[in-house]
């Protein structure tokens, strides 16, 4: 079995896009399960927190950083998710009227809402550049900087990681078959921790840690 930290994916999200479709031949709508940004909210009320916070929403990354303000982390797919079913909600409508503007378009394509809407004045919203997020504090990089990893192998030995993915992934092509996951940096750690158990991984795996280390080493007293 093959495992790869994808170091080499671009950063900026259209360019991420085009990439993994490129190179790995995957649709838009697996592609977007990949790719991640993060925000950073400031809010008036608390109630605007709580009503998001009510709903049942998978793979978000979400920090308290300050008073009423906050860093959320989600991938694309959650994104077009909120917007298709949660457009009720103040967040989402300012969410979705700050991206359209700054995302592709192929991002929102069957999810943009067909009436328009209003932006609440008393939310806040900052796209953060991955300038801005390597410059955050070791134990929130730790949590909202994205790796993506790809493995190959047969099915037997996919079957047995597959519980140990925190995020979702895509399965693509037979065997052997590729997989497609992302971890945060601390996720990541304790995945690789996890490898450490299956000899033939050790030597991929130490390496995957040591490039990790060398690329985000205040992260390590973090986690």
Known sequence: MQIKWLS???SESREFLNFIKT???LPSEEAFKLIYITLKLKVISDSTIYKFLER???GI???EIGKREYLLTLSIHTLRELVKEH???KL???LYLLLSKNLPKEFFKD???KHSILASQDIVLQLLSQEKKIKLPAFLKAKHIILTFYLKGYCEDLIALLS???NSYILKGENPYQVFTNFSISEALVFLLKLKEFEHLKNEVENIWENIKIFFPDCFGEI
């Open 8 to 10: 080499n994916v671009p």
């Open 23 to 25: 190179k790995y031949k």
């Open 56 to 58: 049942t929403i998978e």
């Open 61 to 63: 990354k979400f920090d």
């Open 87 to 89: 457009l009720d909600l």
């Open 92 to 94: 989402i409508k300012n």
């Open 111 to 113: 999810v943009s809402p």
């Open 164 to 166: 140990l993915f925190p």
